[in-house]
């Protein structure tokens, strides 16, 4: 170990995007006064209004936090109970979790090799007449293969939802992501690009669901007299929308600051043999939320796990996202689709990604010291 | 209308308790340094702490709302799917969706004419070799028969969870109400007695149920190599900590005023021929929730919805809790307990409550004034 490139505090995968305690007092001052503190306030309407511009789509619904506005998601589309959904299993928990929630079956689908996305060539292999809907994840923002999964749900009449947690403002062919699919879901947890400290909401092009999202949000109440759904509470409040009104002013800057970051990774990380970036494709934005790289043991000669633990005792910690895969977990390994045969891409990607610490305040001389690092790690 | 009586503001059921400004942007200026804003942070883990002592229960584990809460109390217990859940129709709609989400099946039992609690004499004609639990609900904080519950549910072996967003610090017989049961669920929603602006607990005196409900609570997570559990995101971020450890102070003063209010109201309306005020036992603390009436039309003169509206006109906003019944629903009452001939009283009670406006700030005067107005809608 070289002990002079040891940081001296630990460096993790990320560091939140906040605004000024200025900025945030002032806005924490009127909800005081108003006293009006959660269910639909104005800081609420605002961010809600403001996110229809930024991602681009007519209906924009906020959310206590991504899950449960996935949750929501699956429950606005009607699907028939016990139902099966395809997904990837190349994602976080939540991910499955949602379906499961929902009283439908996942079943998962392979990823391809470059995407790491949904396969759309095993996605039709899959469809049965249980078959109501597909749940893509644009992991890491990188766009599922959106034409073929239209293509497919239409030929077969499936819904089709999309994880965007990672894709905040990211634009396919000049198109903003939240307009394909029925609905996209946006996460704003704190260590999400944008973020409402906990948060998330879902975006759609259909203006019918807009009532619907909203009953299921608040425990299915209509008004005073009628409750017509079986809802939750998935109400973000005024604080959290606070954070997020100030943020949306930021975010474009700590992008610029991610992307010189990114170029410096980019630049020493593609020069080593055996660690390959993973990239956006040039066709879509990039939303600069993570940034990942895949570990070829026999070319790096140290395996991801081992280059994760080497970097820990420099006291940075990157993050095996996403490992293990969903269909590895407890209470989803033994459903058919799990099998490992029937996932290989995933199976082999799972032991190979790795998310290195990546945020506007990272400092290039971070950066370049991770490079410096991960380079004098190489046997 | 005697217009000299009409509020020139709109006075609402409750308003919030809120610590002041400056405490609150201290907080939050600490928060902000560590920029540690979610998952299990310093607040978390002090306002968990804390309350242990305040709910005098060996277990607390803090949520994001109460009903991501109470959902997950009843994941926790491993309740075999599709059993049926003894329930009560007299509540807020979360306490039979968080059922529903459950893959549970509610089956609604009606509530006794002065407690307003689960009748204890019908719960056992309810019993089949399909139920697995008693899900009770302390309405206004008034308890639950909780050592007939326990009888019952000993004897059919069954687990019992009870609602108690309304009976924060409630102690019965001298014991902490949320030591009855498997689990107990306090809301801490910004229109309780005690407030996170959003957020709830669980409380228990089983040790075990610990790890559980945090793996549950935060995806099934177990540790970066393993996930458990179906969970979901119920995590209450710093913020929402930081006002809860702050209103700790200030809930036993809140009370207080409460006190003062409530014997203005007791005194001025139990005079009043055909208003009920709701009473909780001598055996019990009043945890000062709310401030529930019935209304007895033959004797007033007028319904209770005719009340209601009238002190709309005098820019009262009283809130008809609990109507409509759960049963009521549209998502419930095609199911066969739900049936009216099976809920005499609950259907009966539903058309009489009437919560007024409390709160510690509400005022004397306007306490007064609003017993006033009551008076004089007497035809």
Same mark, same amino acid.
């Given at each position: 170990?070289?002990?002079?490139?040891?940081?001296?505090?630990?460096?993790?995968?990320?560091?939140?995007?906040?605004?000024?305690?200025?900025?945030?007092?002032?806005?924490?001052?009127?909800?005081?006064?108003?006293?009006?503190?959660?269910?639909?306030?104005?800081?609420?309407?605002?961010?809600?209004?403001?996110?229809?511009?930024?991602?681009?789509?007519?209906?924009?619904?906020?959310?206590?936090?991504?899950?449960?506005?996935?949750?929501?998601?699956?429950?606005?589309?009607?699907?028939?109970?016990?139902?099966?959904?395809?997904?990837?299993?190349?994602?976080?928990?939540?991910?499955?979790?949602?379906?499961?929630?929902?009283?439908?079956?996942?079943?998962?689908?392979?990823?391809?090799?470059?995407?790491?996305?949904?396969?759309?060539?095993?996605?039709?292999?899959?469809?049965?007449?249980?078959?109501?809907?597909?749940?893509?994840?644009?992991?890491?923002?990188?766009?599922?293969?959106?034409?073929?999964?239209?293509?497919?749900?239409?030929?077969?009449?499936?819904?089709?939802?999309?994880?965007?947690?990672?894709?905040?403002?990211?634009?396919?062919?000049?198109?903003?992501?939240?307009?394909?699919?029925?609905?996209?879901?946006?996460?704003?947890?704190?260590?999400?690009?944008?973020?409402?400290?906990?948060?998330?909401?879902?975006?759609?092009?259909?203006?019918?669901?807009?009532?619907?999202?909203?009953?299921?949000?608040?425990?299915?109440? =209509?008004?005073?007299? *009628? &409750?017509?759904?079986?809802?939750?509470? %998935?109400?973000?409040? /005024?604080?959290? +929308?606070?954070?997020?009104?100030?943020?949306?002013?930021?975010?474009?800057?700590?992008?610029?600051?991610?992307?010189?970051?990114?170029?410096?990774?980019?630049?020493?990380?593609?020069?080593?043999?055996?660690?390959?970036?993973?990239?956006?494709?040039?066709?879509?934005?990039?939303?600069?939320?993570?940034?990942?790289?895949?570990?070829?043991?026999?070319?790096?000669?140290?395996?991801?796990?081992?280059?994760?633990?080497?970097?820990?005792?420099?006291?940075?910690?990157?993050?095996?996202?996403?490992?293990?895969?969903?269909?590895?977990?407890?209470?989803?390994?033994?459903?058919?689709?799990?099998?490992?045969?029937?996932?290989?891409?995933?199976? =082999?990607?799972?032991? *190979? &990604?790795?998310?290195?610490?990546?945020? %506007?305040?990272?400092? /290039?001389?971070? +950066?370049?010291?991770?490079?410096?690092?991960?380079?004098?790690?190489?046997?």
């Amino acid at each position: 170990m070289n002990s002079h490139l040891k940081f001296q505090t630990p460096v993790y995968v990320t560091s939140p995007l906040i605004p000024s305690k200025e900025k945030v007092f002032e806005k924490f001052d009127a909800i005081w006064t108003s006293k009006w503190l959660t269910n639909h306030g104005v800081m609420h309407d605002e961010l809600e209004r403001r996110l229809k511009d930024v991602l681009g789509v007519q209906g924009v619904s906020v959310f206590n936090n991504g899950t449960i506005a996935l949750l929501t998601a699956l429950t606005s589309l009607d699907l028939p109970l016990g139902s099966e959904v395809i997904t990837t299993p190349f994602t976080f928990p939540a991910t499955t979790h949602s379906i499961t929630w929902n009283r439908l079956k996942p079943v998962f689908c392979d990823i391809d090799n470059k995407t790491l996305t949904l396969d759309p060539q095993r996605i039709e292999s899959l469809i049965s007449n249980r078959t109501s809907a597909i749940l893509g994840v644009h992991v890491y923002g990188i766009p599922c293969d959106v034409d073929a999964i239209k293509t497919i749900a239409e030929k077969y009449g499936l819904k089709v939802v999309y994880d965007a947690a990672h894709a905040f403002s990211t634009e396919v062919h000049g198109k903003a992501i939240g307009t394909f699919g029925d609905i996209s879901m946006f996460s704003f947890h704190a260590t999400k690009l944008f973020n409402t400290i906990e948060g998330g909401c879902l975006a759609y092009n259909r203006p019918e669901l807009q009532e619907k999202i909203y009953y299921l949000r608040n425990f299915g109440i =209509k008004n005073e007299e *009628e &409750v017509v759904e079986v809802g939750i509470n %998935g109400k973000m409040n /005024e604080f959290q +929308a606070a954070v997020g009104i100030l943020n949306l002013d930021l975010f474009a800057e700590e992008k610029r600051k991610r992307k010189k970051i990114r170029s410096i990774y980019e630049a020493e990380l593609s020069a080593i043999e055996g660690i390959d970036v993973v990239m956006i494709p040039e066709f879509a934005t990039n939303s600069m939320e993570y940034f990942a790289t895949r570990i070829n043991k026999d070319l790096f000669g140290l395996s991801r796990d081992e280059i994760y633990n080497h970097l820990k005792d420099y006291n940075v910690f990157a993050r095996k996202y996403f490992y293990p895969l969903c269909s590895d977990c407890e209470k989803y390994r033994y459903i058919p689709s799990a099998g490992p045969a029937n996932l290989p891409v995933a199976n =082999k990607i799972k032991h *190979e &990604v790795l998310c290195l610490p990546f945020y %506007g305040d990272l400092s /290039e001389e971070r +950066a370049h010291r991770i490079c410096e690092i991960i380079r004098t790690l190489r046997p």
